[in-house]
T-cell receptor, first 116, second 115 residues
Framework: DGGITQSPKYLFRKEGQNVTLSCEQN?????MYWYRQDPGQGLRLIYY???????QKGDIAEGYSVSREKKESFPLTVTSAQKNPTAFYLC???????????????FGPGTRLTVL | AQKVTQAQTEISVVEKEDVTLDCVYE???????LFWYKQPPSGELVFLIR??????QNEISGRYSWNFQKSTSSFNFTITASQVVDSAVYFC????????????FGPGTRLSVLP
């Protein structure tokens, strides 16, 4: 089955530590995204990548970093510079499919990060 | 600037009632795409529909229907004969034309369908 996997599902971090969230897709999509979701709020874009070895900052990139060395993988590092990292993180990729009528985003199951 | 507004923060209905979730968007683009996603308690966003700005036909898929009106910049979503399994957070989203990679999401509407 094609899809997006994120690991771990739950992650706990001590203040001052960096932590990396994994995102892998086997959909052969070029574009990938990281979003942050806070309780009762919508999704906010952290970073996105249109192609391997290229990525752009989204609306709330401060305190985060990414890499895109392989098409299938787009890991997100939450650094100690991120002041309030406790949130739900969603990874997505975008691709074209006739069943959906064109380009749409496919989402992973998410990682819930809690800073202790 | 682009913006998506979902004025209804939370809605509660009793099973079998019809319910409409509102979505109002702002964009200066003439070509754009609108989406609805469902987020069940598990957290993963589930795609429901994609609509481009040139197609104002209403869409029906089973108990789901969508009403797109460019004149009022609205893309409302109706669930007919709601069921408990419809309980979720629903997001409306806007994407610019094919050269734009960014999506703008509304804040979401939490729907609770009571038995």
């Amino acid at each position: 089955d094609g899809g997006i996997t994120q690991s771990p599902k739950y992650l706990f971090r001590k203040e001052g530590q960096n932590v990396t969230l994994s995102c892998e897709q086997n959909l052969n999509h070029d574009a990938m995204y990281w979003y942050r979701q806070d309780p009762g709020q919508g999704l906010r874009l952290i970073y996105y990548s249109q192609i391997v070895n290229d990525f752009q900052k989204g609306d709330i990139a401060e305190g985060y970093s990414v890499s895109r060395e392989k098409k299938e993988s787009f890991p997100l590092t939450v650094t100690s510079a991120q002041k309030n990292p406790t949130a739900f993180y969603l990874c997505a990729s975008m691709g074209w499919t006739s069943q959906r009528g064109g380009d749409t985003q496919y989402f992973g199951p998410g990682t819930r990060l809690t800073v202790l | 600037a682009q913006k998506v507004t979902q004025a209804q923060t939370e809605i509660s209905v009793v099973e079998k009632e019809d319910v409409t979730l509102d979505c109002v968007y702002e964009t200066r683009d003439t070509t754009y795409y609108l989406f609805w996603y469902k987020q069940p308690p598990s957290g993963e966003l589930v795609f429901l529909i994609r609509r481009n700005s040139f197609d104002e036909q209403n869409e029906i898929s089973g108990r789901y229907s969508w009403n797109f009106q460019k004149s009022t910049s609205s893309f409302n979503f109706t669930i007919t004969a709601s069921q408990v399994v419809d309980s979720a957070v629903y997001f409306c989203a806007l994407r610019r034309d094919n050269y734009g990679q960014n999506f703008v999401f509304g804040p979401g509407t939490r729907l609770s369908v009571l038995p």
